[in-house]
C-alpha cells in the first residue's frame, strides 16, 4: 500500500492546484488580484449581488474605519482578497486588521490586504482599515469576490472615501443662487464679476455644509456635503433669474470587465490579426499601411491590475530572438507610452532612441481591456547593425514577417516576463494586405513531444508497474522465451518508455534550443518547474534500467536493498512523470483545452483505486487459501490414514493470486488506460 499511499498525497497536492484555495488567496495575487482558478475567467456582469460599504465617508490619517462586504439578494460568497487604493493613483495605502473572520496578507508586514480563511459560505465579512499618514486623496476599496470556483467577480469596488481636509465650510452670500438637491443645496460664491448679464458664473470656491434633516431650503440656508476633491463642480445660472434648479445623482455602478470587439475596418482598409467568438475578442490587432507610415492599433483582454505593458513583434520564425518590438507601458496614472524595443534570444532588450519613428500615441488600460495605438513613420531600408548592440536601425515594414502579440507586468519603463507565451501568426504577414488573421502558430514538436511522454507515462508504466506488482503469480507456470510471463510483459512495457521519454526529451531540447525557462499562465506559477521536473524524470527513468544490469541474484544479501532501490526510483519516476505531464497539458505551447487537466487528475484517480481494488484482492486470495489450508488439516490430522493408506492433503498446485477475475481486472486495466491515454492524444493533437 506504499505506492497508493504516495499516489493519494500527490492527487490531493493536485486537487489543490486546480480546485482553488479554500483557506485564502495565495500571496502571487497580491498584484494580480486573480483567483488561480483553471479555466475560469471573471465575469462580464455588474457585481449586483455583492456590495462594499465603510462606516465613514470620510477619513483622518491614522484613522480606524470599519469595511464590510456584503452579499445581497439571498446571495453568499466563498472566498474574496481586498485592499484599498488611492482613486487618483492606483497605489495601494493603508492597513488591515481583522475584526471577526478573514486574515491578513500582503506587503512586507502581510497586513495590506485581506482575503478569506476557509471556503465556508459567507453572507458578511467585516475588517478595520487604518488610513495611513501621507494619505491625502480618494480611498476606494476594491476586492475580488468569488461565489464558487468557476464563478467570482473582479474589480468590485467601494463608494470613494474623502479625505476629512476636503469638507470646506464658508458663509452663504444670500445674493448667490443655490441648486436644490433631494437633501442638500450647494452654494455657489463668486469671486469674479460677470461681463454681461448673460454671463456664466465661474465658481472660485465651493461652499459644502452639512444639509438639515428637511425636505425643503432657501437660498440663505446653510448645507454640507462631502465632496470628492477630484470632482470638478459646474454650474450655469442666468443672474437674471434666481429660480433655483434641481438635480439628481445616479451611484455609480462598479466598473466591469469591458467588451472588445473587432474594428469594424477589418478586411477592408486595416489588416487584422484577431481572436474573436462571435463579437467578443480576446485581442485585436490592427493596421492600416500607408507608403510613408502605418497606423497599429493593439487591443487586448488583460488580467489583473497595475502596471502592464502589451507589445507587437516582427520575427522571421514563430520563436522569440532577434525580433523587432513595440511595446505598449501603462503607468499607474492610466497614461500610455510606445517604445522600440528588439528581443535577444527569449529576453527583451531596450534600444537607444526608442521613440524614434513613433508618433500619434494614445492609449487606456481600463476595465480589464489595454487599448493602445501609435504610428511610426516607414524608413527605407539601411544595413543592420548587429542585433546584440542596443543601437537599433529602424524597423523595415515592407518585410514580410510573423507577427506576435504578448502580455505582462511593467516596471517603470521596463517591460516585465510575459504572463504566457506570446501569440505568434501562423504565416508571415504582408502590412499591405487587409486580410483577417486568425490562424495562430503551432508548435508540432512541442506536440510530439508531449504525446511521446502521455504514451510512456500513462498507458506503458501505467500497465508495466501493474504487471510487476500484482501479477507475478499469474500464469505462474508459464513462460515467454524462457522467461516469467510478468517479467517480459514489464521488461518490454519499461525499456518502451525508456526509448519514448528519450526521444521525447531530445525532440524538446531541440525545439528549445536547449534549455529554456518557460512562461508560466496567469496562476500558474507551480507549471514552471515543467522543465526540471521533466530533466529529473528523465534521469531517473535512465538510472533504473542500469541499476537492473547489477542486480544481485535472488539469494544474494543484497537483493533486498536492490529491490528496495529499484522500486523507489520505479515510483518516483511514475509520480513525477504523471505530474509532470499535469503541469504540461496547462502550458499554452501545448494548445491543449483547459480541462486536459481534470482528464489527467482523473486518470491519477483511477490508478490509484486500481492498485487499492488488486491489493485488497490478493489479501483476500490469502486468506481464503490458508483458511482452506488449514480446514483440511483439522479435518484428516497428521498421521490419518484412509484405506490403511497415510493422508495428506493435496498440495494446491496454483497460486490462490492466479485466478480468472485477476485477468479479468487485468484486460480491464489496459482498457481503461488505453482510454485516458487515446483521450490525452487527441485532446493534444486535435487543438
Not at 136 to 162: E, H, K, L
Not at 171 to 189: H, Y
Not at 416 to 425: C, D, E, F, K
Not at 536 to 553: D, E, H, K, Q, Y
Request: aromatic fraction near 8%; charge should be positive; proline fraction near 5%.
Amino acid at each position: 500500500m506504499r505506492m497508493t499511499l504516495l499516489w493519494c498525497l500527490c492527487l490531493t497536492a493536485l486537487i489543490d492546484h486546480a480546485r482553488g484555495y479554500g483557506r485564502g488567496a495565495p500571496d502571487w495575487t497580491c498584484s494580480t488580484m486573480t483567483p488561480s482558478h483553471s479555466g475560469s475567467l471573471a465575469q462580464a456582469t455588474p457585481a449586483s449581488d455583492y456590495q462594499i460599504t465603510t462606516s465613514s465617508g470620510s477619513f483622518t490619517p491614522g484613522e480606524s474605519i470599519t469595511v464590510t462586504i456584503t452579499a445581497l439578494n439571498g446571495k453568499d460568497f466563498k472566498g474574496y482578497l481586498m485592499h484599498a487604493i488611492d482613486e487618483g493613483t492606483g497605489s495601494v495605502l493603508g492597513t488591515f486588521s481583522v475584526t471577526g473572520g478573514g486574515q491578513t496578507m500582503c506587503g512586507s508586514a502581510r497586513n495590506q490586504a485581506v482575503t478569506h480563511t476557509s471556503k465556508a459560505s459567507k453572507t458578511t465579512e467585516s475588517f478595520s482599515w487604518t488610513a495611513p499618514a501621507n494619505a491625502n486623496g480618494n480611498i476606494v476599496f476594491v476586492s475580488t469576490i468569488v461565489q464558487s470556483y468557476s464563478v467570482y467577480w473582479m474589480n468590485v469596488r467601494s463608494n470613494a472615501v474623502s479625505p476629512a481636509s476636503a469638507v470646506v465650510t464658508t458663509k452663504q452670500t444670500t445674493a448667490a443662487p443655490s441648486i436644490k438637491t433631494s437633501s442638500t443645496t450647494m452654494s455657489v460664491v463668486s469671486t469674479k464679476k460677470p461681463e454681461s448679464t448673460s454671463s456664466q458664473l465661474v465658481t472660485d470656491k465651493v461652499t459644502v455644509t452639512p444639509a438639515p434633516p428637511s425636505s425643503t431650503t432657501t437660498p440663505s440656508q446653510s448645507t454640507e456635503k462631502v465632496i470628492n476633491p477630484s470632482t470638478r463642480l459646474s454650474t450655469k445660472t442666468d443672474l437674471s433669474t434666481s429660480a433655483t434648479q434641481t438635480t439628481s445623482t445616479t451611484p455609480k455602478q462598479p466598473p466591469v470587465a469591458g467588451a472588445l470587439m473587432m474594428d469594424a475596418s477589418c478586411g477592408d482598409t486595416r489588416g487584422c490579426f484577431v481572436s474573436c467568438e462571435g463579437t467578443d475578442c480576446q485581442y485585436v490587432v490592427s493596421w492600416e499601411y500607408k507608403p510613408e507610415y502605418v497606423d497599429f492599433s493593439i487591443e487586448r483582454k488583460v488580467e489583473g491590475g497595475g502596471q502592464k505593458w502589451v507589445a507587437i513583434g516582427f520575427s522571421n520564425d514563430v520563436k522569440m530572438g532577434d525580433d523587432d518590438v513595440f511595446h505598449c507601458i501603462s503607468d499607474s496614472t492610466g497614461r500610455v507610452t510606445v517604445a522600440r524595443s528588439f528581443n535577444l534570444g527569449t529576453s527583451n532588450q531596450p534600444i537607444d532612441n526608442p521613440q524614434e519613428g513613433i508618433s500619434s500615441v494614445s492609449g487606456s488600460f481600463t476595465d480589464g481591456v489595454f487599448r493602445c495605438s501609435f504610428r511610426y513613420s516607414q524608413v527605407a531600408p539601411n544595413n543592420r547593425r548587429k542585433r546584440q548592440s542596443t543601437t537599433r536601425p529602424m524597423t523595415d515594414l515592407h518585410l514580410h514577417r510573423h507577427l506576435m502579440l504578448g502580455d505582462g507586468p511593467a516596471f517603470g519603463d521596463s517591460v516585465g516576463m510575459h504572463t504566457q507565451n506570446p501569440v505568434v501568426t501562423a504565416d508571415l504577414v504582408n502590412l499591405q494586405l487587409t486580410s483577417i488573421i486568425g490562424d495562430v502558430a503551432r508548435y508540432p514538436l512541442v506536440k510530439v513531444h508531449g504525446c511521446l511522454m502521455i504514451l510512456a507515462w500513462i498507458f506503458c508504466t501505467g500497465v508495466g508497474l501493474i504487471f510487476a506488482r500484482f501479477y507475478k503469480p499469474v500464469w505462474s507456470e508459464r513462460t515467454i522465451l524462457g522467461l516469467k510471463v510478468w517479467f517480459q510483459f514489464h521488461r518490454g512495457l519499461m525499456v518502451t518508455t525508456l526509448v519514448l521519454t528519450l526521444v521525447g526529451f531530445i525532440i524538446i531540447f531541440v525545439e528549445a534550443n536547449g534549455y529554456s525557462k518557460i512562461s508560466a499562465p496567469m496562476g500558474k506559477g507551480y507549471t514552471e518547474s515543467h522543465p526540471i521536473l521533466g530533466i529529473i524524470v528523465t534521469i531517473l527513468t535512465v538510472t533504473n534500467p542500469i541499476m537492473a544490469l547489477f542486480r544481485p541474484g535472488p539469494k544474494d544479501k543484497n537483493r533486498p536493498i536492490f529491490n528496495w532501490a529499484h522500486w523507489a526510483v520505479g515510483m518516483a519516476a511514475h509520480i513525477l512523470g504523471v505530474i509532470t505531464i499535469c503541469f504540461g497539458v496547462e502550458l499554452q505551447k501545448v494548445g491543449a483545452p483547459k480541462y486536459t487537466v481534470f482528464v489527467v487528475i482523473g486518470y491519477i484517480v483511477y490508478h490509484v483505486l486500481m492498485e487499492i481494488t488488486l491489493k485488497v484482492y490478493d489479501l483476500f486470495a490469502e486468506r481464503q487459501s490458508s483458511a482452506r489450508i488449514e480446514h483440511m488439516e483439522m479435518k484428516n490430522g497428521n498421521g490419518a490414514t484412509q484405506n490403511g493408506n497415510s493422508f495428506r492433503p493435496e498440495e494446491t498446485k496454483r497460486d490462490p493470486k492466479d485466478s480468472i477475475i485477476k485477468k479479468i481486472l487485468l484486460v480491464f486495466h489496459v482498457a481503461i488506460a488505453f482510454a485516458f491515454t487515446l483521450t490525452l492524444l487527441l485532446l493534444v493533437t486535435q487543438y
